[in-house]
């Protein structure tokens, strides 16, 4: 099965379970977990279920399109589900059988793995599943978000994308990996992988990038201030994605690193914070709204 | 009586293997716990767990509380009967309060007294309707660590999925997290189905059935059977780890153990490199052959059974071909790095934020194990080597083999730096300074390693300190405990005599110096002096050592910690001597009366009375002459010892306290000359004698 199959075989599966199917959100970000659609939604009372692809960048795993097994930008498929539902595993095992996955014919496990996220004040509990071994998955029950408590629970369930294609298709390269009839990751991401590595470790201009730094927070704080958080949180995505590239590039010091990171989690507390209460004034519609269907 | 067996079943999304076992332990004590509060007579009890499952099955459940059958005693008979001779509202009261009538009421007498007594009788209620209780004892299971789910509210290890409840063949009701009990478990996640469990004595049975082996211990024993199989039949030896057999048996319900192989040019990989990317990143089972040489196979352990299990075997070579690759590739790149350059990355790495970077740290531990070098006396060569070792002790953090395995810290850098052609004692030293590393764990054995060692865990216990960060109760992030300890033993066993207020003095000196923290010197010398007598007094115990003996050497005079230990255990060795009441006694007599001195003087010998006086003086003398000469603190006991006929023969004959101003304080500075010697050995009043 190739990759655009899996995607499309993954979207039908969640689109079935009462999933919005959603497109990657526009900004730059370094995991699924990052987009509005899971962080800010899975704040607060008002259910949500959504199902998207999201490419993710990690400036610092670049390596000019060279490794088999690492890229600057890979794809995970993101399940988002609030409350999470009783039979959550048996609805993402059932995802795996979709894929062509036989539980029957493999080892199929979970295994403990807590995640947490301390600059974006993030902690979850769940399991990393094992498909013969291989970690394809990251299963996470939300526990806090931003800093605040989540009540109810979303159930985060993210897909490594190449992970799970290089074993369906069995490949050991990730650029031999065929995207669609024709079609490898080579063909679509080499040169960008070659070329987005060169701009992070040689090319890219550390004082520009600081001072983008800058202002995207300042930006961010007085788009806070403005009670606008979908504005306010995307340029703390910004500031997120700036770091990563000023990381990997080595010219962040050691003291700055760690402000950087409390700078940033200020941010995404305070942004979090707002969400809430932007979505309370408005009454938690989408609370209200299934409160209103069950009646009829 | 009808008595039935009792199931009580949790069903959960798969728990953490290492909460697997203590959980199910939890659950079987806390039942007991609750039968017996209740009243309720019980057989054995029986306990399962897999990842998905904790249960308890308890035999000989009694039908009915135990009926109370006894008497109560109320008031004495002169309150209970008020002057005519009827009842008193204090006995009506009483009988009223035990559920019974005044005419229930009969006097008894006890010690010389005639109390009021009723005959209690209360019926044992129906277990049955008891056991709905359960409910409480499943909530209260506490866990490692706690999780919320969905809409609810409970925290708990895992969402509950599923409660079989049954006394006898029925269902006790009660209902959890929107999970009502019932009789239905759930089988094997692929394999098995959900079925029906009759009672206690088909659990096991019903999901065998199903593909589950409830018993931990007999799942235990397949997993051996089939490493032994394998063994056998390829002539191999799979050494078993325990923790890693106790966690792959609590990652699987139904165990099946199979082979992979690799490709043999990594076995050029270090040996450590290859064991932590099978055990503790796969959980497999690395191959040995008979000779103990590493072969290029693993047994690993599925969920399940035999079915396409080359397909399994294949899936788990793919991922460990892909570590070792990367491993592979880390190892030759870090043998293409030098160890000067990557010393000077760790300016670029904090370790800790009020501390400071690495790099701060490694220059503070080449200078405090410099110090403690010059205070242990080693040889120069051990000096040079140390402060090569302490340099270069964590250039492996930045290299990229123990950035992917973070628990290979030490063991890479002992064989780069081998393979980089550094010192052997030097390579050694690198990965020795971690020890000990555990609790049973052995200490440096080298006194380079050693050195350094101290020097890593003095530093980091004082930054800590400085910057407050202070173990307390239970909590102790940075094993700072744990690390103090190492510090103790790996002086006690290189019997290293430097008085650990100065060991501890290097450390906070450097700290201070590089301004961490804002506590002055004294303070955080006391701070740390405080918590190493307390880590001291732990190990002292461990050996088994009396708590007020252990107070008694602690007590003493300076000293070093080899010393404290010897003392110890020479009181340990002589408390069941016949003359060791007297001994002490007669040197605790010394030391009590010594502290009544005012101020130290020098004896003056010519203002002695008795001869007595002049006989303890002049073996006093003796003592002086004798005592650095002992080689042994038994050496000194036996110096102390030898004075108790001639101290009892003084107080027998000598007032201390005497009325000639001149004379008692000439006998208490006398008194506080041999007491100095005495609390040199132990805080000897401190020994409890009987």
Request: glycine share 6%; net charge negative.
């Amino acid at each position: 099965m190739n990759i655009q199959d899996m995607i499309l075989t993954l979207q039908k599966h969640w689109s079935d379970q009462g999933c919005i199917l959603m497109q990657a959100y526009d900004v730059e970000k370094g995991a699924g977990t990052m987009s509005p659609y899971t962080f800010l939604r899975a704040i607060g009372p008002e259910p949500w279920n959504v199902a998207y692809v999201e490419p993710s960048r990690r400036p610092a795993d670049g390596r000019y399109g060279d490794n088999p097994n690492r890229l600057y930008q890979h794809h995970q498929f993101q399940v988002i589900m609030k409350p999470s539902p009783d039979n959550i595993q048996e609805l993402y095992l059932d995802s795996l059988k979709a894929l062509g996955i036989d539980p029957l014919e493999h080892d199929i496990r979970f295994v403990e793995d807590n995640w947490e996220n301390p600059s974006l004040g993030c902690a979850g509990l769940g399991w990393e599943v094992w498909l013969d071994g291989m970690e394809i998955t990251q299963f996470t029950y939300f526990q806090q978000v931003g800093g605040l408590e989540c009540k109810p629970v979303s159930v985060e369930i993210t897909y490594g994308i190449e992970r799970l294609a290089s074993y369906i298709q069995e490949k050991e390269n990730v650029f031999e990996l065929e995207w669609t009839n024709g079609f490898t990751v080579h063909d679509i991401f080499y040169q960008p992988e070659f070329e987005h590595s060169k701009y992070t470790f040689e090319t890219s201009d550390p004082d520009m990038l600081f001072n983008l730094f800058g202002v995207y927070e300042k930006e961010a704080k007085r788009q806070m201030d403005e009670g606008l958080v979908h504005p306010a949180y995307d340029y703390v995505l910004k500031c997120s994605h700036v770091f990563n590239v000023l990381d990997a590039r080595g010219a962040i010091s050691v003291t700055e690193r760690t402000a950087y990171i409390g700078r940033m989690r200020n941010l995404a507390r305070q942004v979090a914070k707002t969400f809430y209460d932007e979505r309370e004034k408005l009454g938690f519609p989408i609370l209200n709204r299934k409160g209103d269907a069950d009646h009829e | 009586m009808n008595n039935q067996h009792l199931l009580l079943e949790i069903g959960l999304e798969e728990m953490p293997a290492r909460f697997v076992t203590q959980s199910m332990n939890q659950l079987g004590e806390k039942v007991g716990k609750f039968l017996t509060e209740q009243n309720i007579e019980f057989g054995g009890i029986q306990l399962y767990s897999t990842p998905r499952r904790l249960a308890v099955i308890v035999k000989d459940v009694s039908e009915a509380q135990k009926d109370i059958n006894e008497e109560a005693k109320g008031p004495a008979k002169k309150i209970a009967l008020s002057e005519n001779g009827d009842w008193s509202k204090a006995a009506a009261g009483f009988a009223k309060g035990q559920g019974m009538s005044v005419e229930d009421i009969f006097f008894k007498e006890l010690n010389g007294i005639e109390y009021a007594y009723v005959n209690k009788f209360v019926k044992g209620r129906h277990t049955a309707d008891l056991l709905p209780l359960l409910k409480e004892v499943v909530l209260n299971l506490t866990f490692g660590k706690n999780m919320r789910w969905g809409s609810s509210d409970i925290r708990y290890v895992r969402p509950i999925k599923w409660v079989v409840a049954l006394f006898g063949s029925n269902v006790i009701p009660f209902e959890l997290a929107g999970v009502q009990t019932g009789n239905v478990t759930t089988g094997h996640r692929f394999l098995g189905k959900t079925a029906n469990v009759l009672d206690a004595s088909s659990y096991e049975d019903t999901l065998r059935k199903q593909f589950v082996i409830a018993n931990p211990d007999e799942r235990r024993k397949l997993i051996l059977d089939g490493l032994k199989k394998l063994e056998t039949e390829n002539n191999w030896a799979i050494p078993v780890d325990e923790s890693l057999l106790e966690e792959v048996n609590n990652l699987v319900e139904f165990p099946t153990a199979l082979f992979g192989s690799f490709n043999e040019e990594f076995l050029a990989l270090p040996e450590e490199v290859l064991i932590t990317s099978m055990k503790e990143h796969q959980r497999y089972f690395p191959v040995k052959d008979a000779d103990g040489t590493l072969l290029p196979y693993f047994v690993t352990v599925r969920n399940g059974n035999d079915y396409e299990i080359d397909k399994v075997a294949r899936g788990n070579e793919k991922v460990l071909r892909a570590r070792l690759a990367d491993a592979d590739f880390f190892y030759k790149e870090d043998q293409k790095a030098n160890i000067d350059d990557l010393v000077k990355k760790l300016e670029k790495i904090v370790y800790h934020e009020k501390i400071g970077t690495l790099s701060e740290k490694v220059a503070r531990i080449r200078r405090i194990s410099a110090a403690l070098g010059n205070l242990t006396h080693v040889s120069e060569e051990v000096k040079a080597a140390a402060d090569r070792a302490a340099q270069i002790c964590k250039f492996d953090l930045v290299t990229q083999m123990v950035y992917e395995f973070p628990e290979l810290q030490g063991v890479m850098g002992e064989k780069y730096a081998r393979q980089k052609g550094e010192k052997e004692e030097v390579a050694a030293a690198i990965n020795e300074h971690y020890k000990p590393r555990f609790a049973e764990d052995t200490v440096p054995s080298s006194e380079t390693g050693a050195l350094v060692s101290l020097a890593d865990k003095l530093d980091t216990i004082t930054a800590c300190f400085a910057v407050g960060i202070i173990p307390t109760g239970s909590q102790d992030p940075n094993a700072l405990r744990r690390q103090a300890a190492g510090v103790v033993q790996t002086m006690m066993e290189h019997n290293w005599n430097v008085p650990l207020e100065d060991v501890i003095g290097t450390a906070v000196k450097e700290i201070l110096q590089d301004g961490v923290g804002e506590k002055d010197t004294d303070t955080l010398q006391k701070e740390m002096i405080a918590f190493f007598m307390l880590r001291v007094k732990h190990i002292l115990q461990e050996k088994g050592i009396r708590y007020d003996i252990i107070d008694a050497v602690l007590a003493k005079n300076g000293g070093t910690l080899k010393e404290t230990e010897e003392a110890a255990s020479v009181l340990m060795n002589h408390k069941e001597d016949d003359d060791f009441k007297e001994t002490i006694e007669a040197l605790s007599r010394v030391v009590n009366i010594s502290k009544k001195a005012e101020g130290s003087h020098n004896v003056d010998t010519s203002l002695f009375e008795n001869d007595e006086e002049k006989q303890l003086h002049l073996a006093y003398t003796e003592l002086e002459k004798s005592w650095n000469k002992a080689d042994s603190m038994e050496a000194r006991y036996v110096l102390l010892e030898g004075l108790k006929p001639m101290i009892e023969q003084y107080f027998d004959n000598t007032m201390v306290m005497a009325e000639d101003e001149k004379v008692k304080q000439n006998r208490l500075a006398f008194m506080s000359h041999l007491a100095h010697y005495i609390l040199k050995f132990a805080d000897v009043p401190a020994v409890l004698v009987k």
